[in-house]
């Protein structure tokens, strides 16, 4: 592995740093990631830098205990493991992130290609509706904060600005989403937090996963 390494160049070695750094920050690395100024879709260096060297990275990364793997059709590569601690989500987090996995789930199973999921702020209200797991309306606030969240870990991006939320707000959903859990238990778990208050107050993003299919 070291042998391995030393025959890069300077520049390759410091974009496996980054690699490395980034996949222990956010778990996943996209292929595609939108980008307002463009309005497309862009490919991502990071996710060519990683699956060049996949070989050498799972070795290093099987050093500390942690898998990792790639979904080539989705265009997901992720890291897992029992000794990554994940951040921990508040509770309307924890909602809205297995919302997104229904409204995932839901539009590629009707899709006939692969497509880009996109949904809004109204239609993961509708399902919080219908799973009865939100008491009352999140403010601006508590919903700026969770989108940065899930923003953060690429669960979603933003289509529109943020200024001011509302139903209409659209939203991507990564097929990275697609690590956490599967469709029925997160329906199960959904119907947790109508029946306690105080269930899932708050979940490490990192124990939620489950295996992907290869």
């Given at each position: 592995?070291?042998?391995?390494?030393?025959?890069?160049?300077?520049?390759?070695?410091?974009?496996?740093?980054?690699?490395?750094?980034?996949?222990?920050?956010?778990?996943?690395?996209?292929?595609?990631?939108?980008?307002?100024?463009?309005?497309?879709?862009q490919y991502r260096k990071e996710y060519r830098v990683c699956s060049k060297h996949?070989?050498?990275?799972?070795?290093?990364?099987?050093?500390?205990?942690?898998?990792?793997?790639?979904?080539?059709?989705?265009?997901?590569?992720?890291?897992?493991?029992?000794?990554?601690?994940?951040?921990?989500?508040?509770?309307?987090?924890?909602?809205?992130?297995?919302?997104?996995?229904?409204?995932?789930?839901?539009?590629?199973?009707?899709?006939?290609?692969?497509?880009?999921?996109?949904?809004?702020?109204?239609?993961?209200?509708?399902?919080?509706?219908?799973?009865?797991?939100?008491?009352?309306?999140?403010?601006?606030?508590?919903?700026?904060?969770?989108?940065?969240?899930?923003?953060?870990?690429?669960?979603?991006?933003?289509?529109?600005?943020?200024?001011?939320?509302?139903?209409?707000?659209?939203?991507?959903?990564?097929?990275?989403?697609?690590?956490?859990?599967?469709?029925?238990?997160?329906?199960?778990?959904?119907?947790?937090?109508?029946?306690?208050?105080?269930?899932?107050?708050?979940?490490?993003?990192?124990?939620?996963?489950?295996?992907?299919?290869?």
């Amino acid at each position: 592995m070291n042998e391995y390494y030393k025959e890069l160049t300077q520049e390759e070695q410091e974009s496996l740093s980054e690699v490395i750094q980034l996949l222990y920050r956010q778990t996943f690395l996209l292929e595609r990631k939108y980008e307002k100024r463009s309005g497309r879709f862009q490919y991502r260096k990071e996710y060519r830098v990683c699956s060049k060297h996949m070989e050498f990275l799972k070795e290093y990364f099987a050093v500390a205990g942690i898998t990792l793997k790639e979904n080539v059709h989705m265009g997901v590569i992720y890291i897992q493991g029992e000794t990554l601690w994940g951040e921990k989500l508040p509770r309307l987090a924890t909602i809205y992130l297995l919302i997104l996995k229904l409204i995932y789930d839901e539009q590629m199973a009707q899709a006939s290609t692969s497509v880009q999921v996109v949904t809004t702020l109204g239609a993961i209200s509708g399902k919080a509706g219908d799973f009865r797991v939100l008491s009352g309306i999140p403010s601006q606030a508590e919903l700026r904060r969770t989108i940065a969240l899930l923003r953060k870990y690429q669960i979603i991006e933003p289509l529109d600005v943020l200024e001011e939320l509302g139903d209409q707000t659209r939203l991507v959903i990564y097929p990275s989403v697609h690590a956490v859990l599967l469709g029925d238990d997160i329906k199960k778990l959904l119907e947790t937090f109508s029946e306690e208050e105080n269930i899932g107050e708050e979940t490490g993003l990192s124990g939620a996963l489950e295996d992907m299919p290869e």
